[in-house]
């Protein structure tokens, strides 16, 4: 017959490893304190599972996107990450993504899954027309339309005036256009599709 | 005294050291092959400089026949051991898929079926990853040779025992977790992925990560505390794989009629285990280190599903001789 003390004592030791074996996921996580608050340009990889935490429990930080990136362009979150940490994005600021599928297409979980060009949904770029060059002192620039994959369908320029670029709702969000825009501050950047002002004022 | 063993398998630590140094080569080339590529892309083949026109064209010659599409050449072969593509053959570390399905609580199968080889081997060959593939274990046997070279100078280095069975508490607890959070937790501090991970990140992109801390707290851990004690007491890859491993089909076994009881074994086995009382269980990873250092041939490869029990002392040792000399009672012994 097992005596009572002998069974608590077993009780004690289980409790105290299940404890314990927890302590190497805190130290690891300790490394990497929570993301940062506030605005941030960071995009998620073309192909991303649409909610986010579905694609954090779905991709497994094993780097094969940014292995294969052409551009490399792919990056992944560190200390800065939270629970983001070695998920890839992409900050277009840096360099942007070229849409050629090689990441959706080596990626071993379902985490970014082949989307064709046209489906694919990583924001909408948004121009701020108060900085804007042709927008504010109507002088030649159109880098951010010169560059577009998408052509016509996504980035155009106004009709009544050659230079001043106009968002369309094709646009996919790859970011060549802030890659490329010459102002410093910026003044187009992709934001998430609900909140670009052209799906905004569509819907 | 009995056959000896096949020649070869003396042999066997020698081969794995280069696997190992192989793969771990692999991990440091694959990046720079990467960054070579990008750089190949950026600078059109056509303006580069004939040597790099020529090295380009080796290496697409040798993974040449092994795609399809020829713009994809150097795609061949990327990845690490955690996840990656060899020749189009996607192979993924068990305790990835385990893990993505713990944190996803969802069954995706495409990316379970690259897991499949690896557990098939595991269950034939035990902890064999271990051993014989383990980025991390490369680095954690290098540590191990620095806490003998420390000896020598006199410095002591741990050599504490904690349970063996704290690395499945430590599985089980990263498999809840990563439900709980919803992500893949284990990921973070499982070696061989972290090491991957690491190496990719210094070579690629520009300096080393988060987890780079961690893998030199695991190394201090080994010196200070005990020999190999991420690998036997902590890894949670490392307790899928004895679980997956527990009846394996290959394993070591002692000839109790060529053991002379040196105890060698049991000196150079790195996860402390006992091979010289026949002590081997699912920790072991058939590193054949203990075959290696046997000076009587008294240790071989068995096809069995369960080890034997304990054999006795060995034939050739003092100990059988006196009793086996004096009878089993041992009447008339000095």
């Not at chain 1, 949904?121 to 900085?131: E, S």
């Not at chain 1, 106004?158 to 010459?182: R, S």
């Not at chain 2, 020749?87 to 609580?105: E, K, R, T």
Request: net charge positive; with cysteine; aromatic share 10%.
């Amino acid at each position: 017959m097992i005596q009572r003390r002998t069974v608590l004592q077993r009780l004690m030791y289980a409790a105290g490893m299940a404890v314990t074996s927890t302590l190497p996921y805190g130290f690891a996580r300790l490394m990497v304190p929570e993301a940062r608050a506030g605005f941030s340009t960071h995009l998620r990889p073309p192909g991303v599972l649409p909610d986010e935490h579905a694609f954090n429990s779905a991709c497994i930080g094993c780097g094969l996107c940014g292995e294969v990136c052409p551009p490399r362009c792919i990056r992944f979150y560190q200390h800065e990450g939270g629970e983001k940490v070695n998920t890839p994005y992409i900050d277009p600021e840096q360099k942007a993504c070229i849409l050629c599928n090689k990441c959706m297409e080596v990626c071993p979980t379902e985490a970014l899954t082949e989307t064709p060009r046209n489906d694919i949904d990583m924001g909408i770029a948004q121009i701020d027309r108060t900085a804007c060059y042709p927008w504010v002192d109507r002088v030649i620039c159109g880098a951010c339309v010169s560059i577009c994959p998408l052509g016509e369908r996504a980035i155009g320029f106004k009709l009544w005036n050659q230079y001043q670029p106009v968002v369309k709702t094709d646009c996919v969000g790859c970011g060549l256009c802030v890659e490329v825009c010459p102002h410093p501050s910026l003044p187009i950047r992709i934001v998430r599709r609900s909140e670009g002002t052209v799906t905004r004022h569509r819907l | 005294m009995k056959a000896k063993p096949f020649f070869l398998w003396r042999h066997l630590n020698k081969l794995r050291w280069l696997t190992l140094a192989t793969v771990f080569s692999m991990l440091v080339l694959l990046p720079f092959l990467h960054v070579y590529q990008a750089y190949v892309a950026a600078h059109a083949y056509d303006l580069l400089a004939p040597r790099e026109q020529e090295l380009y064209d080796t290496l697409e010659m040798l993974t040449a026949p092994f795609v399809s599409d020829p713009a994809e050449d150097l795609d061949a072969i990327k990845g690490n051991t955690w996840s990656g593509t060899f020749f189009g053959l996607q192979l993924s570390d068990p305790l990835a898929a385990a893990g993505q399905m713990a944190a996803g609580m969802n069954l995706y199968t495409p990316f379970l079926l690259t897991a499949l080889i690896p557990v098939l081997l595991t269950v034939l060959f035990g902890r064999f990853y271990c051993g014989w593939i383990c980025p991390a274990s490369f680095l954690y046997e290098l540590n191990s040779n620095l806490a003998i070279l420390l000896r020598r100078m006199g410095l002591q280095a741990g050599r504490r025992h904690l349970d063996k069975r704290f690395k499945y508490a430590v599985l089980i607890a990263g498999l809840v977790l990563s439900m709980i959070t919803g992500s893949v937790v284990v990921a973070a501090i499982y070696p061989p992925a972290v090491v991957g991970r690491e190496i990719y990140y210094a070579v690629a992109l520009g300096g080393f990560g988060a987890g780079t801390v961690f893998f030199a707290v695991t190394l201090l851990f080994d010196l200070l505390v005990a020999q190999r004690g991420f690998c036997r007491y902590l890894c949670p890859g490392g307790a899928l794989y004895s679980l997956l491993g527990r009846y394996r089909l290959v394993r070591i076994q002692r000839i109790v009629e060529n053991c002379n009881d040196c105890a060698k074994c049991n000196a150079v086995c790195e996860f402390g285990l006992d091979p010289l009382r026949d002590g081997f269980g699912q920790e072991c990873n058939n590193c054949t280190a203990c075959i290696a250092v046997c000076p009587t041939d008294a240790l071989t490869f068995e096809i069995k599903p369960q080890d034997v029990g304990y054999q006795g002392a060995g034939h050739l040792g003092k100990r059988y001789q006196r009793e086996h000399a004096y009878g089993a009672s041992g009447e008339g012994m000095p």
